[in-house]
């Protein structure tokens, strides 16, 4: 039995392939470049250059003209699975996961199809239910032309259907997507019926040269609603017909492993780099991004792989719409990685966004690359970021800088503000297991150049750093993770890559060979980091290297945002400070004798910025 179940593509999307499970490229006539590897809607019998109006349609159509040896046929999309082996028993037609391993779903999918397939004739999502009927769905957002010259073709061609196709419209149940898998006579029936009814409704002497880009899909909308009506035509006339329905898996919100396999991977000359944030964190990613275009070689290509965290496609598009302003050929890959690590431990003293996690699930998002540059987004560049990313770093499995601030644990006890780490000495020693000479190279994580093709398995590398991210407890987090997992496959690169903004106050309990490394680097640095949240330019205060971060922010859509937000902060800090004055003159009134102490109080709060 052979089976072949249709992905398909119109853009580089996490691949979905499998034995039976075949990705194509749709509209491929029209697209700038093909996608690698993939079968194309533009061969043999084709009406690629119709996928504007009949979408993943081309897919179909291409499937019935020239596939003519499967046993069963079907269609899905690159973002929306048929959940072949039922494992969403129950809820709504379309299900949003929050993670997928394609691995591991296809190979569960082939399972059922090898096992069970043959025990049906089609298999298809569940009927949705909407609040209008499917007739009255349609007219809310397209034109009722397109929708009564269908009902038109099919009462004068295919007038057995009509009953069906009536039944369809007026009911509030829909087969979603144009999602099936079905045997080869099904198959050949329903295709020979479908695109006879619709290439003569795209034929019609309708004027559609106003109709909206969404609108414009209206065949594809169009072909949901005979799916819907055809099957209830086969109940009727066929009731033999075994009709498996299930879920759609639908993976616009889930994180998708391997989001980049070798077939996808980018040209050579690419710089592979990657950044992690949630909103809040959004404007000073693009002050970075704007420091990193402004000193890179502009003939450079960039892939820039956003892990984010919940961040609205409108903002995207504006991320997306400014980075594209700024360089041609940088190509934004935005992976939403949901609430993957919301359940994992922050340390009582340390509380920032587990956004930081993010950085794990590389390893499995992009087995593909070879060499791979993650940045935090509280860098300034100040320098050709490409000297870094071509940095020779031998056969070492990642290239960072020392954290020379954490290397004073070398010089004794350092008691911590974390009742579970009383003493940050023996926590590097005895949790993170270092010895000195790995405590000396302890390395800071904002800066990383990961040589992924020296890794070996980097599943197995993804698994375990997300085991401990999920199950650990680690004062400094994914930080910590890393050095324990890298401390002797390390490269140390140039002190000036990653340099702290914070005073040279803050290097007095450093050992003295490091302390001159970290002075000499601070002397000409190549990147800021505002690390310290003491020393962050966006919190209002005069902080060291703050115009640097101000410089580029300018050029930014950001700008003006987070000016605002300065300005409110303010705004709370002044009224917050007047409650605290008035509550203590009226203390002072019913209680002179306090006058002096909340005198003392009252200047306090006066320094306070």
């Known amino acids: ?158 007038p057995t259907y009509l009953d069906a196709f009536n039944t369809a419209s007026a009911s509030t149940d829909m087969r979603l997507g144009n999602i099936a898998l079905m045997r080869r006579e099904v198959f050949d029936r329903y295709c020979a019926w479908l695109f006879d009814i619709l290439l003569k409704v795209d034929a019609a002497a309708i004027d559609r040269s106003n109709y909206s880009p969404y609108q414009s899909r209206y065949i594809g909308f169009l072909a949901e609603r005979l799916m819907t009506a055809f099957v209830i035509h086969e109940q009727q006339t066929n009731p033999s017909t075994r009709i498996r329905e299930t879920a759609i898996v639908n993976l616009s919100k889930a994180v998708v492993t391997p989001y980049l396999t070798q077939q996808d991977k980018p040209a050579d000359d690419v710089m592979n780099i990657a950044i992690a944030a949630d909103r809040n964190y959004l404007p000073h990613a693009s002050a970075m991004m704007s420091s990193l275009l402004a000193h890179s070689d502009p003939k450079r290509p960039i892939a820039l792989y956003f892990l984010h965290s919940g961040i609205e496609f409108d903002d995207i598009e504006i991320f997306d719409g400014w980075l594209k302003s700024q360089r041609a050929n940088i190509q934004l890959h935005a ?18 966004s587990n956004a930081t996690y993010n950085r794990f699930l590389l390893f499995n998002l992009l087995p593909g690359l070879d060499r791979l540059l993650y940045l935090d987004v509280d860098i300034i560049l100040k320098t050709d970021v490409c000297k870094l990313y071509d940095a020779d770093i031998g056969d070492a499995k990642i290239g960072a800088v020392p954290d020379w601030i954490m290397t004073r644990t070398l010089t004794g006890p350092i008691p911590t503000i974390d009742p579970d780490v009383p003493d940050l000495s023996a926590y590097h020693r005895e949790r993170l297991e270092m010895s000195d000479d790995q405590i000396a190279r302890y390395f800071n994580a904002g800066v990383l150049l990961f040589n992924l093709k020296a890794m070996g398995d980097l599943n197995e590398l993804g698994r375990h750093l997300l085991h401990e991210a999920q199950n650990g407890r680690y004062l400094f987090r994914d930080q910590d993770i890393l050095n324990k997992a890298f401390k002797d496959d390390l490269h140390v690169l140039d002190g000036r890559w990653n340099v702290f903004n914070s005073v040279d106050a803050a290097y007095s309990k450093v050992p003295k060979p490091n302390h001159a490394k970290a002075m000499e680097a601070r002397r000409d640095p190549w990147i800021i980091h505002y690390a310290d949240r003491a020393y962050k330019p966006w919190h209002g205060v005069a902080v060291p290297q703050s115009g640097l971060y101000w410089q580029a922010l300018i050029n930014t859509p950001y700008y003006g945002e987070v000016m605002a937000s300065l300005q409110a902060a303010s705004r709370r800090k002044l009224f917050d400070k007047t409650r605290i004055v008035e509550a203590g003159k009226a203390v002072g009134q019913k209680y002179p004798s306090l006058n002096r102490p909340l005198l003392i109080t009252y200047n306090t709060i006066r320094k306070i910025r």
Do not use: Q
């Open 335 to 352: 992976i939403d990685t949901g609430n993957y690590f919301d359940d994992s431990y922050r340390s009582s003293s340390r509380a920032p």
């Open 1 to 158: 039995m052979k089976v072949s179940f249709y992905s398909a593509y119109h853009k580089l999307s996490p691949r979905v392939s499998s034995k039976s499970i075949k990705p194509i490229h749709v509209g491929a006539t029209f697209a700038s470049a093909p996608l690698s590897g993939m079968l194309a809607d533009n061969t043999g019998d084709n009406i690629s250059d119709k996928n504007g109006s009949f979408c993943e349609l081309t897919a179909l159509y291409w499937a019935w003209k020239n596939d003519r040896d499967s046993d069963f046929i079907g269609l899905m999309h690159y973002r929306r699975l048929l959940d072949v082996a039922g494992e969403i028993n129950d809820g709504p037609a379309e299900a949003y996961v929050g993670a997928v391993d394609i691995d591991s779903w296809t190979g569960r999918a082939e399972a059922w199809m090898e096992a069970e397939l043959d025990n049906w004739d089609i298999v298809l999502p569940r009927l949705h239910e909407m609040g209008v009927s499917v007739e009255n769905n349609y007219l809310a957002g397209h034109h009722k032309e397109d929708f009564d010259k269908m009902r038109d073709v099919i009462a004068a061609d295919h």
